[in-house]
């Protein structure tokens, strides 16, 4: 896993939405947040300079500081909301996703407009925190992958 720059975030890899929507998580993501250990995932809109979404588990989220999201948001955590349908709350969007086999995830084409991406994007996969990781699009992380010396797995 590369650091892209000394004290600097780490990133997984560099995932690719597929023309059908779907998108693999980097394995060593998937390992260091257990994404097998829910069916689903929670995603969140990304922040404005990195854009993209953030992904997280209800087994991680729940327990944490952040738990009390999934009570505002019972629809996301219930699953009684459509598939990938975003819902507002303090200023991000959250939605839910099955996890398919291989850690993939199939985004719906109206989550990808919301989201500003679309098949064909590239995503870099970047540790966030203990109890999510970010798919980014943009911003001062991706110029630092383009410069980067080194290899950035590709999924």
Same mark, same amino acid.
């Given at each position: 896993?590369?650091?892209?720059?000394?004290? !600097?975030?780490?990133?997984?890899?560099?995932?690719?939405?597929?023309?059908? !929507?779907?998108?693999?998580?980097?394995?060593?993501?998937?390992?260091?947040?257990?994404?097998?250990?829910?069916?689903?995932?929670?995603?969140?809109?990304?922040?404005?300079?990195?854009?993209?979404?953030?992904?997280?588990? *209800?087994?991680?989220?729940? *327990?944490?500081?952040?738990?009390?999201?999934?009570?505002?948001?019972?629809?996301?955590?219930?699953?009684?909301?459509?598939? !990938?349908?975003?819902?507002?709350?303090?200023?991000?969007?959250?939605?839910?996703?099955?996890?398919?086999?291989?850690?993939? =995830?199939?985004?719906?084409?109206?989550?990808?407009?919301?989201?500003?991406?679309?098949? !064909?994007?590239? =995503?870099?996969?970047?540790?966030?925190?203990?109890?999510?990781?970010?798919?980014?699009?943009?911003?001062?992380?991706?110029?630092?992958?383009?410069?980067?010396?080194?290899?950035?797995?590709?999924?």
């Amino acid at each position: 896993m590369p650091q892209l720059n000394k004290g !600097g975030k780490y990133v997984f890899g560099i995932s690719l939405i597929g023309d059908d !929507g779907s998108l693999v998580i980097p394995p060593e993501a998937a390992d260091e947040y257990h994404i097998e250990l829910d069916d689903t995932v929670i995603i969140f809109s990304g922040s404005r300079s990195t854009g993209g979404f953030c992904v997280t588990r *209800p087994g991680l989220l729940r *327990p944490s500081a952040l738990g009390h999201i999934l009570d505002e948001l019972p629809g996301v955590e219930g699953r009684t909301v459509p598939a !990938g349908e975003l819902v507002r709350y303090k200023g991000r969007r959250y939605a839910w996703l099955p996890v398919g086999g291989q850690a993939t =995830l199939a985004i719906p084409a109206r989550t990808m407009a919301d989201l500003e991406i679309a098949p !064909g994007t590239r =995503l870099l996969c970047i540790r966030s925190s203990d109890i999510a990781f970010t798919m980014g699009a943009k911003g001062p992380l991706w110029e630092r992958a383009r410069s980067y010396a080194g290899e950035i797995p590709s999924f």
